[in-house]
């Protein structure tokens, strides 16, 4: 009678004759059965790859959306570029407009010009002063003790610069003006419709600021701190 020995379906029926063919193929069948869960495992499902399509693309167009602010510029006047970092520069003063109080920043050559008295002393701040005047729309404060106004929603805010060559006809400084608008976060020039008018120029504050011809065109002073 022959013995009959081998494989059949794929399996090993004499472990005894073939141990090196059977573990190779209990391997290779382990190894099958490990990528067949890894892949099962990793598989993402179709409507999760959607909804984070969907998420990062709405993300995306949020960021693409929002407005870099030193971007604008008043059409053939001045940009917003020109006064960047004007968040850090120090405090000239304070002062209240109707419902808006106001914060006047200057940048160190002004900072320098105030402290060595300028324009008390009768001389002109060097060019490359430059000024930036924050309005904010006002709220009570919930907190303090006594009735008290504080900053609310941003307004707008101005600038000026000083350049004797570049504004010789509107007293050496250039003017701007952009208004914000807080449900869109977005700043804009100011218009002709607004007071003072800004045209497209960088003229819009000349006309009141020749009151204080004689203090080099500039309203602020410098109080004692």
Same mark, same amino acid.
């Given at each position: !009678?022959?013995?009959?020995?081998?494989?059949?379906?794929?399996?090993?029926?004499?472990?005894?004759?073939?141990?090196?063919?059977?573990?190779?193929?209990?391997?290779? +069948?382990? $190894?099958?059965?490990?990528?067949?869960?890894?892949?099962?495992?990793? +598989?993402? =499902?179709?409507? #999760?790859? #959607?909804?984070?399509?969907?998420?990062?693309?709405?993300?995306?167009?949020?960021?693409?959306?929002?407005?870099?602010?030193?971007?604008? $510029?008043? =059409?053939?006047? #001045?940009?917003?570029?020109?006064?960047?970092?004007?968040?850090?520069?120090?405090?000239?003063?304070?002062? $209240?407009?109707?419902?808006?109080?106001?914060?006047?920043?200057?940048?160190?050559?002004?900072?320098?010009?105030? $402290? /060595?008295?300028? =324009?008390?002393?009768?001389?002109?701040?060097?060019?490359?002063?430059?000024?930036?005047?924050?309005?904010?729309?006002?709220?009570?404060? /919930?907190?303090?003790?006594?009735?008290?106004?504080? =900053?609310?929603?941003?307004?707008?805010?101005?600038? !000026?610069? +000083?350049?004797?060559?570049?504004? %010789?006809?509107?007293?050496?400084?250039?003017? %701007?003006?952009?208004?914000?608008?807080?449900?869109?976060?977005?700043?804009?020039?100011?218009?002709?419709?607004?007071?003072?008018?800004?045209?497209?120029? /960088?003229?819009?504050?000349?006309?009141?600021?020749?009151?204080?011809?004689?203090?080099?065109?500039?309203?602020?002073?410098?109080?004692?701190?």
């Amino acid at each position: !009678m022959t013995e009959t020995h081998g494989h059949k379906a794929g399996k090993c029926n004499n472990l005894a004759t073939e141990p090196i063919a059977c573990a190779s193929h209990a391997m290779t +069948r382990r $190894q099958r059965n490990n990528s067949q869960r890894e892949v099962s495992m990793t +598989r993402v =499902p179709f409507w #999760l790859m #959607l909804l984070i399509s969907v998420v990062l693309a709405v993300l995306g167009g949020t960021a693409l959306a929002a407005q870099d602010k030193y971007t604008v $510029q008043v =059409p053939d006047g #001045l940009a917003f570029s020109e006064f960047r970092g004007y968040e850090d520069w120090k405090v000239i003063a304070v002062s $209240q407009t109707g419902n808006l109080v106001v914060a006047i920043l200057g940048n160190p050559e002004i900072i320098a010009a105030y $402290q /060595a008295g300028v =324009p008390g002393n009768g001389k002109p701040f060097p060019d490359g002063s430059k000024m930036a005047k924050i309005h904010w729309n006002t709220k009570k404060s /919930a907190e303090a003790p006594a009735p008290t106004l504080v =900053p609310d929603t941003l307004h707008d805010i101005d600038f !000026m610069v +000083r350049d004797s060559k570049r504004f %010789a006809d509107s007293g050496n400084w250039g003017y %701007a003006q952009f208004n914000y608008d807080a449900a869109s976060d977005t700043f804009t020039p100011a218009t002709l419709a607004n007071q003072p008018p800004q045209g497209n120029d /960088a003229k819009c504050g000349f006309a009141c600021h020749t009151i204080v011809k004689a203090k080099d065109y500039v309203f602020t002073a410098y109080p004692k701190r």
